[in-house]
């Protein structure tokens, strides 16, 4: 690529004003340059998509090996809980400043220095594992991980208008997410298959050659960049957040889900960990078996995205969601009374199917009710608040395991997600079509929204 064309050439990574010289414009007056520029698109899209689609498969098979690994050391579930609440603390704070960092930075070199750093991390682990088998060395793996996951997320969302034209963004996004779809299903089954046959340790260094074979495909790529403007207050986490927070909570119908979710997240977010628990130490089955129900359980989640929209079309956001809410409570349930392999993996399905689709209808909502100005401050506070209760959940409920088995933590888990969705009929989070309702409009020009836009 030629210095002229690429990108962050001009100027550091991180310098505000970094812009790339020498791109082929979106549209020009002559055919022959539009043709240019598509061709161009579409190759570094296709670069970027093979890229992505190896570190998805890697970061699929970290997601089983990495738990293998901390109870072939630990043989503790309660350590297992701990470092996934450890990550997701990270991870939350990380969210914070991503977006800001983002904006400011060469976007491509932002995702380019988290895919090396990665990719260190999880080349690290086997090389340590070798000669010594340190437990802090996987407290701070998991941690770094999951700061520059989220920033490499971010990043990655935002890039993609700067590879595709705007005609063809929803092609992009359906191939990037068929994907991730797929790679989920075969990331848990690879996993179990290089854990039983080489360790849990190489398993994870897997994925850190993803990350590097990532990291050169964004290095054959080149990325447009937006303009500049829209960076009023860009930087002002406190106030971001503030602002965010307050429409939230002023709104009655999201303010009723943020509630509901919290107490939902408090108890779901350790049901990966109680599941490989429960099959690898008390049911005792092998890692291919624990892989095999892990990859079986995303058609649930595959299921879940398909159908979401045409149930909610159907019966109405209140019934979708407090419906999947319920799933996720019958799913904990199942999990504590069974003694199999097949029962557990229908019990998983059914635990991904309710939270696909109660993803799916929470999200699509919270936009349908945002104005457009403060949807990335909402989102940002909705998802900070509604997560932060996770690692407590994680810490308790698996410690809880670790004592008292899986069984009575499921139960109470399940009844808890049970008890929610009773409280939810009583909240306007039931409602049928929240959207059409005038509940939070006058606050839509209080908050600066666009005061001819409705909140719905």
Do not use: K
């Given at each position: 690529?030629a210095?002229?064309?690429?990108?962050?050439?001009?100027?550091?990574?991180?310098?505000?004003?970094?812009v790339?010289?020498?791109?082929?414009?979106?549209?020009t007056?002559?055919?022959?340059?539009?043709?240019v520029?598509?061709?161009?698109?579409?190759?570094?899209?296709?670069?970027?998509?093979?890229?992505?689609?190896?570190?998805v498969?890697?970061?699929?098979?970290?997601?089983?090996?990495?738990?293998?690994?901390?109870?072939?050391?630990?043989?503790?579930?309660?350590?297992?809980?701990?470092?996934?609440?450890?990550?997701?603390?990270?991870?939350?704070?990380?969210?914070?400043?991503?977006?800001?960092?983002?904006?400011?930075?060469?976007?491509?070199?932002?995702?380019?220095?988290?895919?090396?750093?990665?990719?260190?991390?999880?080349?690290?682990?086997p090389?340590?594992?070798?000669f010594?088998?340190?437990?802090?060395?996987?407290?701070?793996?998991?941690?770094?991980?999951?700061?520059?996951?989220?920033?490499?997320?971010?990043a990655?969302?935002?890039?993609?208008?700067?590879?595709v034209p705007?005609?063809?963004?929803?092609?992009?996004?359906?191939?990037?997410?068929?994907?991730?779809?797929i790679?989920?299903?075969?990331?848990?089954?690879?996993?179990?298959?290089?854990?039983?046959?080489?360790?849990p340790?190489?398993?994870?260094?897997?994925?850190?050659?993803?990350?590097?074979?990532?990291?050169?495909?964004?290095?054959?790529?080149?990325?447009?960049?937006?303009?500049?403007?829209?960076?009023?207050?860009?930087?002002?986490?406190?106030k971001?957040?503030t602002?965010g927070?307050?429409?939230?909570?002023?709104?009655?119908?999201?303010?009723?889900?943020?509630?509901?979710?919290?107490?939902l997240?408090f108890?779901?977010?350790a049901?990966?960990?109680l599941?490989?628990?429960?099959?690898?130490?008390?049911?005792?089955?092998?890692?291919?078996?624990?892989?095999?129900?892990?990859?079986?359980?995303?058609?649930?989640?595959?299921?879940?995205?398909?159908?979401?929209?045409?149930?909610?079309?159907?019966?109405?956001?209140?019934?979708?969601?407090?419906?999947?809410?319920?799933?996720?409570?019958?799913?904990?349930?199942?999990?504590?009374?069974?003694?199999?392999?097949?029962?557990?993996?229908?019990?998983?399905?059914?635990?991904?199917?309710g939270?696909?689709?109660?993803g799916?209808?929470?999200?699509?909502?919270?936009q349908?009710?945002?104005p457009?100005?403060?949807?990335g401050?909402v989102?940002?506070?909705f998802?900070?608040?509604?997560?932060?209760?996770?690692?407590?959940?994680?810490?308790?409920?698996?410690?809880?395991?670790?004592?008292?088995?899986?069984?009575?933590?499921?139960?109470?888990?399940?009844?808890?997600?049970?008890a929610?969705?009773?409280?939810?009929?009583?909240?306007?989070?039931?409602?049928?079509r929240?959207?059409?309702?005038?509940?939070?409009?006058?606050?839509?020009?209080?908050?600066?929204?666009?005061?001819d836009?409705?909140?719905?």
């Open positions: 690529m210095a002229g064309t690429r990108q962050g050439a001009a100027r550091p990574a991180c310098d505000p004003r970094a790339p010289a020498g791109l082929v414009p979106r549209t007056r002559g055919a022959g340059p539009v043709r520029a598509v061709e161009r698109s579409s190759r570094d899209f296709n670069v970027f998509w093979a890229g992505q689609t190896l570190s498969l890697g970061s699929s098979v970290s997601t089983l090996a990495f738990p293998l690994l901390i109870l072939a050391v630990t043989g503790s579930v309660a350590q297992m809980g701990l470092i996934t609440a450890v990550a997701t603390v990270v991870n939350i704070a990380a969210g914070l400043v991503a977006g800001p960092l983002v904006d400011r930075c060469d976007r491509r070199m932002v995702m380019l220095w988290c895919d090396w750093g990665r990719a260190a991390l999880h080349l690290a682990v090389l340590v594992w070798t010594t088998q340190p437990l802090w060395l996987l407290y701070a793996v998991a941690a770094a991980v999951a700061a520059l996951t989220m920033v490499f997320q971010v990655y969302i935002a890039a993609i208008p700067g590879l705007e005609s063809r963004l929803t092609d992009a996004n359906g191939r990037l997410q068929t994907t991730y779809a790679a989920s299903v075969a990331g848990p089954v690879l996993a179990g298959a290089l854990s039983g046959a080489v360790g340790a190489w398993a994870v260094g897997l994925d850190g050659l993803s990350f590097a074979l990532s990291a050169v495909s964004l290095l054959l790529i080149r990325l447009a960049r937006p303009g500049t403007g829209g960076d009023e207050g860009a930087g002002d986490v406190r971001m957040f602002v927070f307050r429409f939230l909570w002023r709104h009655p119908v999201l303010r009723s889900l943020t509630i509901l979710l919290t107490v997240t108890v779901t977010l049901a990966t960990d599941l490989i628990f429960r099959l690898r130490d008390e049911l005792h089955h092998g890692d291919s078996t624990v892989g095999t129900v892990l990859g079986v359980a995303m058609a649930g989640s595959i299921a879940g995205a398909m159908l979401a929209s045409p149930l909610r079309r159907r019966f109405g956001f209140g019934a979708c969601w407090l419906g999947s809410a319920a799933l996720l409570g019958a799913a904990l349930a199942a999990l504590a009374a069974t003694g199999s392999a097949v029962a557990t993996a229908i019990a998983a399905v059914t635990f991904m199917f939270l696909t689709v109660g799916v209808c929470s999200m699509s909502l919270r349908e009710l945002t457009g100005p403060l949807l401050r989102t940002s506070a998802w900070t608040v509604h997560n932060a209760a996770g690692p407590v959940g994680v810490v308790v409920l698996t410690a809880a395991a670790d004592r008292y088995g899986v069984p009575p933590v499921a139960l109470a888990a399940s009844a808890t997600c049970l929610t969705v009773l409280a939810g009929l009583f909240t306007p989070a039931a409602l049928s929240p959207e059409l309702s005038d509940l939070g409009n006058r606050q839509s020009v209080s908050r600066g929204g666009d005061p836009r409705p909140a719905t």
